[in-house]
């Protein structure tokens, strides 16, 4: 046996006991709650206050009974914050991925997987009280924010559907009826980048006032493509606008208009991921064979040039001659830069078109024993991104995805006022949503150009191109309620509830092996959408089609519809909470709650034994500890949790032709438990200290019957296989003359139902229990530390903040392949406030240029791909406020 190139994993394995012992002593501060933001400061060797809006109203973040961060606008500022990519080390156990313009955030072993139109979030996203349903909404830019909270587990009672893990709150600060207000601020840095934003607060009246915010960037992309340099990724093209206007005619009355859009443009940052990390062979026998020997090898569809990379000691299936051993294999072609996660050498520039509109009414009415609220909003968002399908130099295919969102919410609150011994929040709520997502692939005449060979190589097409078109509707319905009770001064009982009714519908069209040539399919050609669904003509679909209650309906455009059933998912959550007040300055609280992210639809006729995947479910324990010492310079919130999930959502890919489409099922539970910290210490007037910490075992406690990424096992030539190799149930697993060789490391076998006693095995699987959740490190935290120095009329602060984790693993599989290993991060900020109105600041992120991988994901060929974060970036920027 031959093999052309191995590799290491991705990541080093971090193998350090003492490393988790130094974490577990640490981790005996256990987290909660907010950081590092002043507001309300008078004594500038205090810490100041910070609101939050966790029970739905506005209230100290030091007094109620949820985990959550918040972060002031004044501090993302300081911390020159501009997305939620930046988020992380600013809350304890928050990670953050992403692959190209989606935001995968995790929290507490719930990560975000599926981000196409037939599913949901795991992790609620609202901005100014209204709830965005695409994941891509959730790299909107941080511009003239009040605060960005990070609510750490489930929020099912008070905000509701899809809040299974958390929830990401962004409020932008309100128009100012008393006073004009101008602010502008000019960065630049490394990658070309240049950044403005702009504020203009204006007065009409003592009773209205009018509020505009704005922001530019554009920037070169930090993933350089040595092959078209006009491909680099990660580039950015960014314009937003935000103008709003309030209105308050009286002490009761408040009305808040807000509309906004973004826009970006450039080549974006691929779709899934857009860098291979190479893939698994048994190199006896030449085959994939999941987590069996890694090579550097680019094995997507078509990409093959004609050098063999492995030859065959064993002889594979039935032994013919192609398979037989001395033979040679051509797996793919070497992957280019292998490791590198910022240099790439793909042909297809590829592009990004993305737009979110929106539009909100805040209305809310003051009477002495309650207040009235009203929250209406309209969002229009739409998108269009390109990748290279084959992932290199070669011009083979190119993918493009479009996702389209048209939203309506309307939200009506009833909340109390005055300081009785009773206090509630309750409402309904109505959500409805129409998607659209489209995912085609264009095949073209092939170029096969690898660093194996000198002159590139032409050949034919290979496949036909493909199309995978979804029609989701969402209409949700909610009532939902929370009292709590102060039985004394310093005990208060909460608890709260919510029913909601989920109504989906979901259309699916698709051209699974309908064509037969290339040119069948182009990219940006409109597709028929709803025309292809319409009712007239539908027939029972027939033969190889027939698939039962679905219809098939007759198209000249090549496409199979497959209309599904509507479905409705119903779920009740809610809390209960109790907090004790030792002083007024510290505050221990326990409570339960539950979560649930909503079910939906499988597309094409792959999976048409899974249609729907229903609702998963979380159960969350918690106790925790909010602290102030010191005379209000230390706070130190604590909070230590169990989670448990039940039918969760699990992802995997299946083969349609040349390209692979998501299949989500219903098939695991699991657990996780964790202790969180997160401290800040005024020392002095000019220092401040500050960390978090947490410490997270999240593992599935049952996850049978799961399909590798691929390989699941092959079959081998066997002469001493005189007889049928059987399992301990009599199933054949492989016939006289062969061996099955299942995964290494993995409990596989048949799968249950796909065969009997002296029959052959249909399919097989793995069980997965005992894995751990991906994204999920062992431990994470920060530290940070900044000193004002008087400098003339103003302060110069120097700034360092530290971030560091454990690895973690990026599929449930727990592969090496998949594995980010343990790292450290520093970031240096160097702030010069000259006066009250101008201020520099000077920046160095990821000082040691330290590259981490936030983003696995296995796509076709058995290639695993990745995406990377940021590399080193520095800048600096010029701020002018009267604020």
Same mark, same amino acid.
């Given at each position: 046996m031959t093999l052309r190139s191995k *590799?290491?994993?991705?990541?080093?394995?971090?193998?350090?006991?003492?490393?988790? &012992?130094?974490?577990?002593?640490?981790?005996?501060?256990?987290?909660?709650?907010?950081?590092?933001?002043?507001?309300?400061?008078?004594?500038?060797?205090?810490?100041?206050?910070?609101?939050?809006?966790?029970?739905?109203?506005?209230?100290?973040?030091?007094?109620?009974?949820?985990? =959550? *961060?918040?972060?002031?606008?004044? *501090?993302?500022?300081?911390?020159?914050?501009?997305?939620?990519?930046?988020?992380?080390?600013?809350?304890?156990?928050? %990670?953050?991925?992403? +692959? /190209?313009?989606?935001?995968?955030?995790?929290?507490? /072993? =719930?990560?975000?997987?599926?981000?196409?139109?037939?599913?949901?979030? *795991?992790?609620?996203?609202? =901005?100014? /009280?209204?709830?965005?349903?695409?994941?891509?909404?959730?790299? +909107?830019?941080?511009?003239? =924010? +009040?605060?960005?909270?990070?609510?750490?587990?489930?929020?099912?009672?008070?905000? !509701?559907?899809?809040?299974?893990?958390?929830?990401?709150?962004? %409020?932008?600060?309100?128009?100012?009826?008393?006073?004009?207000?101008?602010?502008?601020?000019?960065?630049?840095?490394?990658?070309?980048?240049?950044?403005?934003?702009?504020?203009?607060?204006?007065?009409?009246?003592?009773?209205?006032a009018f509020r505009i915010a704005a922001a530019m960037e554009k920037a070169d992309g930090w993933v350089k493509n040595d092959f078209n340099p006009a491909a680099d990724l990660f580039d950015q093209d960014l314009k937003y606008l935000r103008a709003s206007f309030k209105f308050k005619p009286s002490r009761e009355l408040e009305a808040v208009f807000r509309a906004d859009i973004t826009e970006q443009r450039g080549n974006g940052g691929s779709a899934f991921g857009y860098k291979q990390a190479g893939t698994y062979v048994h190199t006896p026998s030449c085959q994939?064979?999941?987590? +069996?020997?890694? %090579?550097?090898?680019?094995?997507? !569809?078509?990409?093959?040039?004609?050098?063999?990379?492995?030859?065959?000691?064993?002889?594979?299936?039935? !032994?013919?001659?192609?398979?037989?051993? /001395? %033979?040679?294999?051509?797996? !793919?072609?070497?992957?280019?830069?292998?490791?590198?996660?910022?240099?790439?050498?793909?042909?297809? &520039?590829?592009?990004?078109?993305?737009?979110?509109?929106?539009?909100?009414?805040?209305?809310?009415?003051?009477?002495?024993?309650?207040?009235?609220?009203?929250?209406?909003?309209?969002?229009?968002?739409?998108?269009?991104?390109?990748?290279?399908?084959?992932?290199?130099?070669?011009?083979?295919?190119?993918?493009?995805?479009?996702?389209?969102?048209?939203?309506l919410t309307q939200e009506f609150q009833i909340l109390s006022e005055g300081s009785g011994p009773i206090s509630y929040v309750a409402g309904v709520y109505f959500f409805k949503d129409k998607l659209e997502g489209t995912l085609a692939q264009q095949q073209f005449p092939r170029v096969i150009r690898s660093g194996a060979i000198a002159t590139p190589l032409s050949l034919p097409v290979q496949n036909a191109g493909f199309y995978d078109n979804q029609l989701p509707t969402t209409d949700s319905k909610a009532i939902y309620g929370q009292i709590s009770f102060k039985a004394s001064e310093a005990l208060t009982a909460t608890a709260g509830a919510r029913y909601t009714r989920d109504r989906k519908s979901f259309k699916s069209a698709n051209t699974a092996g309908a064509l037969t040539t290339a040119s069948q399919i182009y990219l940006d050609t409109p597709l028929p959408a709803e025309s292809v669904y319409g009712s007239a003509g539908t027939t029972n679909c027939t033969g190889s089609n027939a698939i039962p209650g679905y219809n098939c309906i007759p198209s000249t455009n090549t496409l199979i519809g497959l209309t599904y059933d509507d479905a409705t998912f119903s779920k009740a959550t809610g809390k209960l909470a109790l907090d004790y007040k030792l002083n007024n300055d510290q505050l221990v609280y326990a409570s339960v709650s539950t979560g649930f992210r909503s079910g939906g639809f499988n597309p094409g006729q792959a999976i048409a034994a899974v249609r729907t995947f229903e609702p998963e479910e979380v159960t969350a324990l918690e106790v925790g500890s909010k602290n102030r010492f010191l005379r209000n310079t230390l706070q130190v919130n604590l909070a230590a949790f169990q989670n448990s999930y039940t039918n969760l959502q699990e992802q995997r890919q299946v083969p349609i032709g040349t390209a692979t489409i998501s299949t989500i099922f219903n098939a695991a539970k699991a657990k996780s438990t964790g202790l969180e910290a997160e401290i800040e210490w005024r020392q002095s007037s000019a220092l401040t200290l500050g960390g978090t910490m947490a410490l997270l075992d999240a593992k599935y406690k049952s996850f049978p019957n799961a399909p590798l990424p691929f390989g699941t096992s092959v079959l081998v030539t066997d002469a001493t296989a005189t007889a049928p190799q059987t399992d301990a149930n009599g199933i054949v697993i492989a016939p006289a003359g062969q061996r099955r060789i299942f995964a290494p490391g993995y409990n596989c076998g048949v799968t249950p139902g796909t065969g009997g006693a002296g029959q052959p095995g249909a399919a097989f699987s793995c069980d997965l229990s005992g894995k751990r959740l991906p994204y999920s490190p062992t431990y994470q935290g920060s530290v940070f530390a900044k000193y004002d120095i008087a400098v003339g009329g103003g302060t110069v602060t120097p700034m360092l903040a530290v971030n560091f984790s454990s690895g973690y693993y990026g599929q449930p599989s727990n592969a090496e392949i998949e594995k980010q290993g343990a790292y450290v991060k520093a970031d240096f900020k160097l702030n010069w406030r000259i006066n009250d109105k101008l201020s520099v600041q000077g920046y160095v992120d990821n000082i040691t240029d330290k590259q981490t991988i936030n983003r696995f994901t296995w796509g076709g060929g058995g290639a695993l791909q990745v995406s990377g974060a940021p590399p080193r970036t520095f800048g600096f920027k010029l701020a002018y406020s009267n604020l």
């Amino acid at each position: 046996m031959t093999l052309r190139s191995k *590799t290491r994993p991705v990541a080093p394995l971090l193998r350090s006991r003492l490393a988790t &012992q130094i974490a577990l002593a640490l981790g005996g501060l256990a987290t909660l709650a907010p950081t590092a933001a002043t507001a309300q400061q008078t004594d500038p060797a205090q810490l100041g206050t910070v609101t939050v809006t966790a029970n739905r109203r506005v209230e100290d973040a030091q007094k109620v009974s949820v985990s =959550v *961060t918040a972060v002031t606008g004044a *501090t993302l500022a300081e911390r020159n914050i501009t997305d939620l990519s930046q988020m992380e080390g600013m809350s304890a156990g928050f %990670t953050f991925g992403r +692959s /190209g313009s989606d935001a995968r955030p995790a929290i507490r /072993g =719930v990560r975000t997987e599926n981000v196409a139109v037939n599913g949901d979030t *795991t992790i609620g996203y609202f =901005v100014d /009280g209204v709830y965005k349903s695409r994941a891509q909404q959730a790299l +909107s830019s941080f511009v003239d =924010v +009040s605060r960005v909270e990070i609510q750490r587990g489930p929020q099912g009672t008070l905000f !509701g559907r899809n809040t299974f893990g958390g929830n990401i709150v962004i %409020t932008s600060v309100a128009p100012e009826l008393k006073s004009f207000e101008t602010g502008a601020s000019l960065g630049a840095g490394s990658y070309g980048k240049l950044r403005f934003e702009g504020v203009l607060n204006v007065p009409l009246a003592d009773t209205a006032a009018f509020r505009i915010a704005a922001a530019m960037e554009k920037a070169d992309g930090w993933v350089k493509n040595d092959f078209n340099p006009a491909a680099d990724l990660f580039d950015q093209d960014l314009k937003y606008l935000r103008a709003s206007f309030k209105f308050k005619p009286s002490r009761e009355l408040e009305a808040v208009f807000r509309a906004d859009i973004t826009e970006q443009r450039g080549n974006g940052g691929s779709a899934f991921g857009y860098k291979q990390a190479g893939t698994y062979v048994h190199t006896p026998s030449c085959q994939q064979l999941f987590n +069996s020997t890694l %090579t550097v090898i680019n094995p997507r !569809g078509g990409n093959r040039d004609g050098v063999n990379d492995c030859t065959r000691t064993q002889g594979a299936g039935a !032994g013919t001659a192609a398979n037989a051993v /001395g %033979t040679g294999v051509d797996l !793919g072609i070497p992957i280019y830069a292998a490791g590198n996660v910022y240099r790439i050498d793909t042909d297809y &520039q590829t592009k990004l078109n993305f737009s979110d509109k929106n539009a909100s009414l805040d209305l809310s009415y003051r009477l002495p024993a309650f207040t009235l609220k009203s929250i209406t909003s309209y969002a229009d968002m739409s998108s269009t991104r390109d990748a290279d399908s084959d992932m290199s130099a070669s011009t083979i295919a190119v993918d493009q995805q479009k996702t389209a969102a048209k939203t309506l919410t309307q939200e009506f609150q009833i909340l109390s006022e005055g300081s009785g011994p009773i206090s509630y929040v309750a409402g309904v709520y109505f959500f409805k949503d129409k998607l659209e997502g489209t995912l085609a692939q264009q095949q073209f005449p092939r170029v096969i150009r690898s660093g194996a060979i000198a002159t590139p190589l032409s050949l034919p097409v290979q496949n036909a191109g493909f199309y995978d078109n979804q029609l989701p509707t969402t209409d949700s319905k909610a009532i939902y309620g929370q009292i709590s009770f102060k039985a004394s001064e310093a005990l208060t009982a909460t608890a709260g509830a919510r029913y909601t009714r989920d109504r989906k519908s979901f259309k699916s069209a698709n051209t699974a092996g309908a064509l037969t040539t290339a040119s069948q399919i182009y990219l940006d050609t409109p597709l028929p959408a709803e025309s292809v669904y319409g009712s007239a003509g539908t027939t029972n679909c027939t033969g190889s089609n027939a698939i039962p209650g679905y219809n098939c309906i007759p198209s000249t455009n090549t496409l199979i519809g497959l209309t599904y059933d509507d479905a409705t998912f119903s779920k009740a959550t809610g809390k209960l909470a109790l907090d004790y007040k030792l002083n007024n300055d510290q505050l221990v609280y326990a409570s339960v709650s539950t979560g649930f992210r909503s079910g939906g639809f499988n597309p094409g006729q792959a999976i048409a034994a899974v249609r729907t995947f229903e609702p998963e479910e979380v159960t969350a324990l918690e106790v925790g500890s909010k602290n102030r010492f010191l005379r209000n310079t230390l706070q130190v919130n604590l909070a230590a949790f169990q989670n448990s999930y039940t039918n969760l959502q699990e992802q995997r890919q299946v083969p349609i032709g040349t390209a692979t489409i998501s299949t989500i099922f219903n098939a695991a539970k699991a657990k996780s438990t964790g202790l969180e910290a997160e401290i800040e210490w005024r020392q002095s007037s000019a220092l401040t200290l500050g960390g978090t910490m947490a410490l997270l075992d999240a593992k599935y406690k049952s996850f049978p019957n799961a399909p590798l990424p691929f390989g699941t096992s092959v079959l081998v030539t066997d002469a001493t296989a005189t007889a049928p190799q059987t399992d301990a149930n009599g199933i054949v697993i492989a016939p006289a003359g062969q061996r099955r060789i299942f995964a290494p490391g993995y409990n596989c076998g048949v799968t249950p139902g796909t065969g009997g006693a002296g029959q052959p095995g249909a399919a097989f699987s793995c069980d997965l229990s005992g894995k751990r959740l991906p994204y999920s490190p062992t431990y994470q935290g920060s530290v940070f530390a900044k000193y004002d120095i008087a400098v003339g009329g103003g302060t110069v602060t120097p700034m360092l903040a530290v971030n560091f984790s454990s690895g973690y693993y990026g599929q449930p599989s727990n592969a090496e392949i998949e594995k980010q290993g343990a790292y450290v991060k520093a970031d240096f900020k160097l702030n010069w406030r000259i006066n009250d109105k101008l201020s520099v600041q000077g920046y160095v992120d990821n000082i040691t240029d330290k590259q981490t991988i936030n983003r696995f994901t296995w796509g076709g060929g058995g290639a695993l791909q990745v995406s990377g974060a940021p590399p080193r970036t520095f800048g600096f920027k010029l701020a002018y406020s009267n604020l």
